[in-house]
T-cell receptor, first 115, second 113 residues
Framework: DGGITQSPKYLFRKEGQNVTLSCEQN?????MYWYRQDPGQGLRLIYY???????QKGDIAEGYSVSREKKESFPLTVTSAQKNPTAFYLC??????????????FGQGTRLTVV | AQSVTQPDIHITVSEGASLELRCNYS??????LFWYVQSPGQGLQLLLK??????LVQGIKGFEAEFKRSQSSFNLRKPSVHWSDAAEYFC???????????FGAGTRLFVKA
């Protein structure tokens, strides 16, 4: 089945640690995205990538980093510089062009908690 | 800058009653328009989308939405709500020729028996 897989579903981080959230898609989509979701704030865009080896900062990129070495994968690292990382993180993908493909497909999310 | 406004943070309706969730967008041209639904702790699922043509679009789970250019609105409707419809609903836009999705803040729907 085609789709987006995020892992792990739950993640706990100690203060000062970096953690990496995995996102893999087998939809052959060019574009991939990371969103952060906090209660009452909707989805805020962290980073997005339109093609392999290229990515752009979204609205709240500080304290996060990404890589896009393969079309299928777009991992997100939450660094120690992110002061308030506890949130629900959603990965999505879409085709990069064309009316028929602009809808976003989402993974099931990773809930990150700082302990 | 493009923006999406969902003026209702939460709405409560009785089971069997009709539902309308509001969405307004700010953009120079007609963008591509979407409604997504999110159950607690889950990702988002596409309910319906509008690209062009008929301004009334049908989606999954009995939902429909109407695009009104004059009001820059894309309101979501359902004639009879079921308890399983309780979730958070997001309106979203993609500008024509682009690919990046911009989401509204969401409306949480509560359904009472």
């Amino acid at each position: 089945d085609g789709g987006i897989t995020q892992s792990p579903k739950y993640l706990f981080r100690k203060e000062g640690q970096n953690v990496t959230l995995s996102c893999e898609q087998n939809l052959n989509h060019d574009a991939m995205y990371w969103y952060r979701q906090d209660p009452g704030q909707g989805l805020r865009l962290i980073y997005y990538s339109q093609i392999v080896n290229d990515f752009q900062k979204g609205d709240i990129a500080e304290g996060y980093s990404v890589s896009r070495e393969k079309k299928e994968s777009f991992p997100l690292t939450v660094t120690s510089a992110q002061k308030n990382p506890t949130a629900f993180y959603l990965c999505a993908s879409s085709t990069a062009r064309g009316a028929s493909g602009t809808e976003a497909f989402f993974g099931q999310g990773t809930r990150l908690t700082v302990v | 800058a493009q923006s999406v406004t969902q003026p209702d943070i939460h709405i409560t309706v009785s089971e069997g009653a009709s539902l309308e969730l509001r969405c307004n967008y700010s953009y120079g041209a007609t963008p591509y328009l979407f409604w997504y639904v999110q159950s607690p702790g889950q990702g988002l699922q596409l309910l319906l989308k509008y690209f062009s043509g008929d301004t009334l679009v049908q989606g999954i789970k009995g939902f429909e939405a109407e695009f009104k250019r004059s009001q820059s609105s894309f309101n979501l409707r359902k004639p009879s709500v079921h308890w399983s419809d309780a979730a958070e609903y997001f309106c979203a836009v993609v500008h024509t020729g682009g690919f990046k999705t911009i989401f509204g803040a969401g409306t949480r729907l509560f359904v009472k028996a």
